[in-house]
């Protein structure tokens, strides 16, 4: 299984950014997808997640900033990011809980990270 994020970079404060992010490979199904950040020194921290029920879940920093739209079906996530702040700078991942099946049929359900796309946000 495997995660690839793609977009972030750098944008003035009050600016906007999207990233996006694929999961592929040996997928039996997905509960839920999103993305959490984290800096140097710091634990990584919840952004916000959507589950396959359609349940969302986002930190209280980036309520009514950030919007997550997943298509888990398709295995895809973004995230918008509007009004962004110095202090959303952080290195975002992408991550699923993912289920897998092996050859024997049991299934077995992880939590996957993506590689990681860094957002800066200059004052």
């Known amino acids: 299984v495997q995660l690839q994020a793609s977009g972030g970079g750098l944008v003035q404060a009050g600016g906007s950014l999207r990233i996006f992010c694929a999961a592929s490979?040996?997928?039996?199904?997905?509960?839920?997808m999103g993305w959490y950040r984290q800096v140097p020194g710091q634990p990584r921290e919840l952004v916000a997640t959507?589950?396959?029920?359609?349940?969302?879940n986002y930190a209280d920093s980036v309520k009514g900033r950030f919007t997550v739209s997943g298509d888990i079906p398709k295995k895809m996530v973004y995230l918008q990011m509007n009004s962004l702040k110095p202090e959303d700078t952080a290195v975002y991942y992408c991550?699923?809980?993912?289920?897998?099946?092996?050859?024997?049929?049991?299934?077995?359900?992880?939590?996957?990270w993506g590689q990681g796309t860094q957002v800066t946000v200059s004052s």
């Open positions: 991550y699923a809980d993912i289920a897998t099946i092996s050859a024997t049929r049991d299934v077995k359900w992880d939590d996957y």
């Open positions: 490979g040996n997928i039996f199904s997905i509960n839920a």
């Open positions: 959507e589950t396959s029920s359609g349940r969302l």
